[in-house]
C-alpha cells in the first residue's frame, strides 16, 4: 500500500487536486489545513513578523492532503494533473510518499 502526503500551496486548486486523485483511484482523502511554522511565529511574536513577512510575504497557508492506493498511481496521477492543471507540476504542489503496511 502507498501512502500519499500532498503538500498543496496553492489552494484555488484544491478541486483540481481532488480530481485527479480520485480519478488516480487514491482513497481515503483526507485535508488538513496547515499553517507554516515562520507564519504562527510573524503572528505570535511581533519581532519576527516584519523579518519574515519581509523575505516571504503573505505566504504560510497550505492545504495537506492525506491519500492511499494499493498501487503506486503517483505517474498516472502526473498525466491527469498535466491535462486539467498542468501548472500544480511546476510549483505550488509536493508530493510524499511511503510504502506502508495496514496493519489492523
Avoid: W
Avoid at 484544491?14 to 504562527?40: F, N, R
Avoid at 501548472?87 to 504542489?93: A, H, T, V
Wanted: net charge negative.
Amino acid at each position: 500500500m502507498i501512502f500519499y502526503i500532498f503538500i498543496l500551496e496553492k489552494e484555488e486548486y484544491l478541486d483540481d487536486l481532488l480530481e485527479g486523485m480520485i480519478e488516480a483511484e487514491i482513497e481515503g482523502i483526507s485535508i488538513i489545513d496547515g499553517t507554516e511554522a515562520k507564519k504562527v511565529l510573524a503572528e505570535d511574536i511581533p519581532i519576527f513578523a516584519g523579518i519574515i513577512h519581509a523575505i516571504e510575504g503573505q505566504r504560510g497557508k497550505h492545504k495537506v492532503i492525506l491519500g492511499v492506493s494499493e498501487n503506486d498511481t503517483i505517474e498516472d496521477l502526473k498525466k491527469i494533473l498535466n491535462d486539467i492543471a498542468p501548472c500544480l507540476l511546476n510549483s505550488g504542489l509536493r508530493v510524499y510518499k511511503f510504502r506502508v503496511e495496514q496493519d489492523i
